[in-house]
C-alpha cells in the first residue's frame, strides 16, 4: 500500500485530501508545519509527496529543493498561485506536478496514481538485480563481469572470467581441457589445450591461497579440472 505524506497548512484541505486519499487505498499521514514536514520528509520513507506552496517555517519550494537532493520519489505542489512564473520555479526544483487550488479531489487522486504509476514502472525497470555467483569467499558478478576474493576485488582478463565462471556454475563436475576449450573458446582444441592450463594456473594466482593445494579448482590427474563446492 502506497504511503503519501500531506504538507498542507490549511487542516481543512489536508483533512480532505486524506480522506479522499485514504477511500482510494493510500495510506496518508499530514503535517502542517513545513520545518517538521520536511523532517519526516527526508527521515521516513514515502511514495509520494504533496506539498502546499505557503506554510509556517520552511515554504514548499524549500522542501521540494531538499528532497529531490536526497531522493527521486514523486512530489505533487498544491498552491492557490496561480502564476506562471511559481509553476516554473515549482517544476524547475523538481516537482513532477503542480495543480492549484481550488481543485477536484477526485482530479488530485487521479494525478497521484499516475505518478506513483509511472515512478513504479521507472523503478521496476531499473532493478533488475545484477547476476550474482557466491562461493565460499568468492563473489562473481556476471553482470558487472568483476571478482572479489574474500572481500578484495581482483582484476580478470575476459576468458579468465569465462572460465572461472564457467567452473564455479556447474561445481563438482570434472571438465576435461577440451570441453573447457571447446565452451570458452567456441572452437575445436586442436594443438590448443595448453591454453587451458595457462588460464587455469592465472585464475588459480587470483584465487588460491595457495596455489599448490588449491581449495577451489582441482585438478583431476589424468581428465581434467572441476571447481570445488
Known sequence: MSRVLIIEDEVAIAELEKDYLELSGFTVETETDGTVGLKRALSEDFDMY????????????????????????????????????DKIRG???GADDYITKPF???????RVKAHLARYERLIGSNMTENDIIEIRGIKIDKTARRVWVNGEEKQFT??????LTFLAENPNRVFTKEELFREIWDMESIG????????IKKIREKVEMNTNKPQYIETIWGVGYRFKL
Open 50 to 85: 504533496i506539498l502546499d506552496l505557503m506554510l509556517s517555517g520552511i515554504d514548499g519550494f524549500e522542501i521540494c529543493k531538499q528532497i529531490r537532493e536526497e531522493k527521486n520519489t514523486p512530489i505533487l505542489m498544491v498552491s492557490a498561485k496561480k502564476d506562471d512564473i
Open 91 to 93: 517544476l524547475g526544483l
Open 104 to 110: 477536484s479531489p477526485s482530479e488530485l487522486v487521479a
Open 158 to 163: 575476459t576468458k579468465e572470467f569465462d572460465l
Open 192 to 199: 590448443d589445450i595448453a591454453t587451458v592450463t595457462v588460464h
